[in-house]
């Protein structure tokens, strides 16, 4: 063999051995790089819990505001008669552009329902006791945000106080509703209970159902 043959084999084994040597010192580092990755998707329950509660809060924040306006424009118009129908969660495209953007389940649930559909389930229903017994209590009531099971839903609750006499004109005692109301609510809700009502009542809540990896994601 040359001296030349020689040195290029020299040369050839040593980038061999240099390519292999930088490729085990790369790999662990790719490991760690990875390592650190899933570190920064770990969350934790709490992460969890409060970016529901703050989504939550601000979503009901929006409806009851958009409700509140829509049924005083609404009365303004054409009085209570053409304002009942916008107490309803089908009257706004919000309900649906919440739910596309967040993947969120939005409703409103009272143990007095007007609407059958606003019946609280069995795990709401034990919410809005603990909010009633709060209430009687003479506590503060605050949002409540918990997972149901198997765990890959959570559930946002947030009382509903009767905030103005404005509620009044529709769920007061009947010397406050208009016959005229009187008689629609009679004809659509025959089974009506959400009447009686003082401002500051407790009238139900706001009960939204989100999903946790879409929480998750957006952390
Ligand atoms: C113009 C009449 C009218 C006014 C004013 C009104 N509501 Fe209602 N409310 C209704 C009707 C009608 C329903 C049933 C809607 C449905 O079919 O889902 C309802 C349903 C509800 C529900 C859902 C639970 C249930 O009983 O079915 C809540 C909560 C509620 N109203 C709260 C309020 C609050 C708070 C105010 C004041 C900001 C208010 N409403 C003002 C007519 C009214």
Redesign the pocket.
């Known amino acids: 063999m040359s001296f030349s043959t020689k040195l290029s084999l020299a040369m050839v084994l040593l980038i061999v051995w240099a390519c292999g040597f930088s490729t085990e010192k790369r790999r662990p580092k790719r490991i760690e790089d990875t390592q650190e990755k899933r570190e920064v998707k770990r969350v934790s329950e709490a992460d969890i819990i409060n970016r529901t509660r703050k989504l939550g809060d601000s979503i009901t924040k929006q409806a009851a505001s958009v409700?509140?306006s829509k049924?005083s424009q609404q009365y303004a118009e054409g009085g209570?008669k053409a304002?009942?129908?916008f107490?309803?969660?089908q009257a706004y495209p919000l309900t649906d552009s919440l739910a596309n953007e967040y993947k969120v389940f939005l409703k409103?649930v009272?143990n007095k329902?007007?609407?059958p559909?606003?019946i609280p389930s069995v795990i709401e229903k034990q919410v809005l006791e603990a909010y009633e017994y709060s209430v009687k209590q003479g506590d503060d009531i605050a949002a409540n945000v918990q997972f149901i099971r198997p765990g890959d839903t959570i559930l946002y609750n947030n009382p509903?106080k009767?905030?103005?006499e404005?509620?009044l004109?529709?769920?007061g005692s009947s010397s406050q509703i208009s016959k005229e109301?009187q008689a629609i609510l009679k004809q659509e809700?025959p089974n009506d209970k959400?009447i009686g009502y003082k401002v500051g009542d407790l009238?139900?809540m706001w009960s939204l159902k989100f999903l946790k990896k879409e929480i998750v994601q957006g952390l």
């Open positions: 409700f509140m049924i209570y304002a009942a129908k107490c309803s969660m409103r009272s329902n007007r609407n559909k606003n509903i009767i905030p103005s404005l509620c004109n529709c769920h109301v809700y959400a009238r139900g």
